[in-house]
């Protein structure tokens, strides 16, 4: 049940999507084209990441770029060239998929600068978000769309107010490799109220196995923290740190809870996720499935 809204409690309209990175774990083939646009199937990553966000409702996008970032902004911009030929091509279905990227959303651009760090990312939104809640979205978690996190972080969010964030149970011996949160239970089985967070820490020293995904609903107050936060883990301004201090201290920004999600998700920041997501994905596709999975069968079989 969503709470009805208030000025003080704003619905939700706009999506932050970092994307300055500079994807050194796909090189070379990331040393002239973005990471964001690595194809997973026939979409780009990013493209996925767009959807979602116009899914959960908010058609208000800003992505933090950086520098060789542009082929982003003419993937969602109109090709009016290409689309004129597929017209006169009378090939419909191909003029929609080119269209498609272009109307999902508004979508406006920053760029970073210096790449800081997730919190500073963050904080170069400020000027567009305002003093609004917003969604964080980062490009190398992939949400399968029949399970949808981000509206369920959105009517948490419009619900408790404050901050939101997205959390994964992982094996304790791989939680080094997340921000890990401390948490309470609530009367929501998939939903917890978050009273600590640490950046990355050593398996025993731990709160829980608890990792932070790729996926936000913040308040704005975290601007005014991240503008007071020093640099963290790795000489970076973290998110996770700045989150820290809205837990911490709920007069600061409201509460922080976390959605529990025990859905599919495809992390392509790695290249053996990434070739397993296209996998996954592919065999999933109505008009590429069926072959691929009957070659895939052949294939696993010959290499056993």
């Not at 911009?77 to 109307?103: F, P, T």
């Not at 592919?282 to 052949?298: I, N, V």
């Amino acid at each position: 049940m969503v709470a009805d809204m208030t000025e003080a409690n704003p619905r939700i309209s706009k999506a932050v999507i970092p994307a300055a990175g500079l994807g050194t774990r796909f090189l070379p083939a990331t040393k002239a084209t973005p990471k964001e646009m690595l194809p997973v199937v026939d979409k780009p990553a990013i493209q996925y990441v767009v959807e979602e966000a116009a899914a959960a409702g908010l058609d208000d996008v800003l992505m933090i770029t950086g520098r060789n970032k542009r082929p982003l902004e003419d993937h969602f911009d109109r090709n009016h060239e290409l689309e004129s030929a597929l017209e006169r091509k009378g090939d419909g279905s191909k003029l929609a998929k080119v269209q498609e990227s272009s109307d999902l959303a508004t979508i406006h651009y920053v760029r970073q600068g210096d790449p800081r760090g997730l919190g500073h990312a963050v904080l170069c939104a400020a000027p567009h978000v305002g003093n609004e809640p917003f969604a964080v979205l980062l490009g190398d978690d992939l949400i399968d769309p029949r399970d949808p996190l981000l509206q369920r972080m959105v009517e948490i969010q419009e619900l408790h107010g404050g901050s939101v964030i997205a959390l994964m149970e992982v094996a304790p011996e791989q939680i080094h490799l997340y921000g890990c949160a401390a948490v309470e239970r609530t009367e929501d089985g998939d939903v917890v109220k978050v009273t600590g967070l640490v950046e990355k820490p050593d398996p025993a020293d731990a709160p829980s196995n608890y990792a932070i995904i790729g996926r936000y609903v913040l308040a704005p107050q975290i601007f005014d923290v991240l503008r007071k936060t020093e640099p963290g883990r790795g000489g970076e301004i973290q998110l996770t740190d700045a989150l820290q201090q809205l837990a911490a201290d709920e007069k600061v920004g409201g509460p922080v809870h976390g959605v529990v999600f025990k859905g599919r998700r495809y992390d392509t920041g790695d290249r053996g996720d990434y070739l397993r997501a296209i996998v996954r994905l592919a065999c999933e596709r109505e008009d590429l499935g069926p072959d691929f999975r009957t070659w895939l069968r052949s294939f696993v079989a010959e290499e056993m």
